[in-house]
């Protein structure tokens, strides 16, 4: 099992690279992403590899970052993608967009990659999802954003034990008293001054 080769690169074939280790020169297929920042022939390169094994023959799939090889993996392990379709799909965006593309369920973007349908979107979307919100692929945007202050003052007095009704009414009610932009904490003290009729 071949992980890592490091050496020189001595010819650019299509979606592949020869790379010269010490005089062996192994032809190494990458995605788009990877090869626009390999250097140019005679540079000096690290890509790190998957060694894919077939009855008639042993083909080396490699990424110049953590990020895209993590998500290799996590492609083929999606039913009816093999090597060839997880590189193809690598190559449509860089591993970062294409994580939070397949968490957030963007099929309409999945499916103007080259070579993937409607169907394969679907199955990336279901199968991938869950695994990419525990993976360590880096930029995959998982956080929700921030509350606005009305979010947080409503989510808060429900929290306090008041009815959704009751706090939406109160939150209204504070607006309009303190204006739309005022700190949480008086939003907070003006309800709670209102709930309890307080003058």
């Given at each position: 099992?071949?992980?890592?080769?490091?050496?020189?690169?001595?010819e650019?074939?299509?979606?592949?690279?020869?790379?010269?280790?010490?005089?062996?020169?192994?032809?190494?297929?990458?995605?788009?992403?990877?090869?626009?920042?390999?250097?140019?022939?005679?540079?000096?390169?690290?890509?790190?590899?998957?060694?894919?094994?077939?009855?008639?023959?042993?083909?080396?799939?490699?990424?110049?970052?953590?990020?895209?090889?993590?998500?290799?993996?996590?492609?083929?392990?999606?039913?009816?993608?093999?090597?060839?379709?997880?590189?193809?799909?690598?190559s449509?965006?860089?591993?970062?967009?294409?994580?939070?593309?397949?968490?957030?369920?963007?099929?309409?973007?999945?499916?103007?990659?080259?070579?993937?349908?409607?169907?394969?979107?679907?199955?990336?979307?279901?199968?991938?999802?869950?695994?990419?919100?525990?993976?360590?692929?880096?930029?995959a945007?998982?956080?929700?954003?921030?509350?606005?202050?009305?979010?947080?003052?409503?989510?808060?007095?429900?929290?306090?034990?008041?009815?959704?009704?009751?706090?939406?009414?109160?939150?209204?009610?504070?607006?309009?008293?303190?204006?739309?932009?005022?700190?949480?904490?008086?939003?907070?003290?003006?309800a709670?001054?209102?709930?309890?009729?307080?003058?």
């Open positions: 099992m071949i992980a890592l080769l490091s050496g020189t690169v001595v650019r074939r299509g979606d592949a690279v020869v790379i010269d280790v010490q005089g062996v020169g192994y032809l190494v297929h990458l995605s788009l992403q990877s090869l626009g920042k390999l250097p140019p022939e005679g540079g000096r390169a690290q890509v790190r590899c998957y060694t894919h094994v077939r009855e008639d023959a042993l083909q080396l799939f490699g990424f110049v970052s953590a990020d895209e090889e993590e998500l290799f993996h996590l492609l083929i392990s999606v039913s009816g993608v093999g090597p060839r379709l997880a590189q193809n799909i690598l449509g965006m860089p591993a970062a967009e294409l994580a939070t593309a397949i968490l957030h369920g963007e099929h309409a973007r999945l499916v103007k990659i080259n070579g993937v349908g409607r169907k394969t979107a679907e199955r990336l979307v279901l199968e991938l999802k869950d695994k990419i919100k525990t993976s360590g692929v880096a930029g945007r998982t956080s929700q954003p921030p509350p606005t202050l009305n979010e947080a003052l409503l989510s808060a007095l429900v929290n306090l034990g008041y009815r959704p009704a009751a706090a939406e009414r109160t939150a209204e009610t504070v607006r309009r008293n303190l204006g739309p932009k005022a700190a949480l904490e008086d939003q907070l003290r003006e709670l001054r209102l709930i309890s009729g307080a003058p």
